[in-house]
Each structure stands twice: as C-alpha cells, then as structure tokens.
Nanobody
C-alpha cells in the first residue's frame, strides 16, 4: 500500500511538498501516480512518474507549478507543489500502476492500485 503525507494549510501562492511511501517493492515498469479529490468531485489525475525512466506527465492544470520526483533508495515519490491556488484544495492520494512491460501513462484512476489514505491540502485565498 502507498501512503501519502505532507499535506496542510497554505496560503495561495505558497508551496507544499507531498511524499508517497511504498510499503512494498516498486518494480521497474511501474508507474506512481498522484490523484486528488475535492469535496463533491470525482478523483482527478494530477501527475505520474515512470519508476524506471523517471519520465513524467502532468494534468494541464498543474503544469509548470507541480513537479514529481522519485527516491529510489527510499522507494518514495514526492510531489512538489508551487504556486498553489484555491482550486488545488483536495485530498491528495498516490497509487501505483503495476505493469510487467513498458506501457504508456494512464490518467485513469481505475488502472491504479494500492491506494492508501490521502493527505489533505487546503489552500486559502
């Protein structure tokens, strides 16, 4: 299971760094994704990283503001969020997309597993 942490309350324009820690091994073709869910909204894709190559993909709404990185020894992934906006307020989750072979990125939550408890990010305007 993956566990997200690092959320909190921040003013608009501020920054937060979320961390996603895995309780089990991450394999080379796996992807680690970040999603978020605002109150009353569906779960939304935010960003994803390829564990082996480090390639990344972002939702258009966070491009240029968020970055995602991996820490191989710690088997963890970080989501650096800069320039936060009130619309970024949500519970943030990380999850893993297992694959036995290289595969294109997916933004669909149903293709990910090992969801843990999320971490609340609240941006005040």
């Amino acid at each position: 299971q993956l566990q997200a942490s690092g959320g909190g309350l921040v003013q608009a324009g501020g920054s937060l760094r979320l961390s996603c820690a895995a309780s089990g091994p991450i394999f080379s073709n796996d992807h680690i994704g970040w999603f978020r869910q605002a109150t009353g909204q569906e779960r939304e894709f935010v960003a994803v990283i390829n564990w082996r190559t480090g390639k990344t993909s972002f939702h258009d709404s966070v491009k240029g503001r968020f970055t995602i990185s991996k820490d191989i020894p710690e088997e963890a992934v970080s989501l650096q969020m800069n320039g936060l906006k009130s619309e970024d307020t949500a519970v943030y989750y990380c999850a893993i997309r297992r694959s036995l072979r290289p595969t294109p990125f997916s933004s669909f939550a149903y293709e990910y597993s090992d969801w843990g408890q999320g971490t609340q990010v609240t941006v005040s305007s």
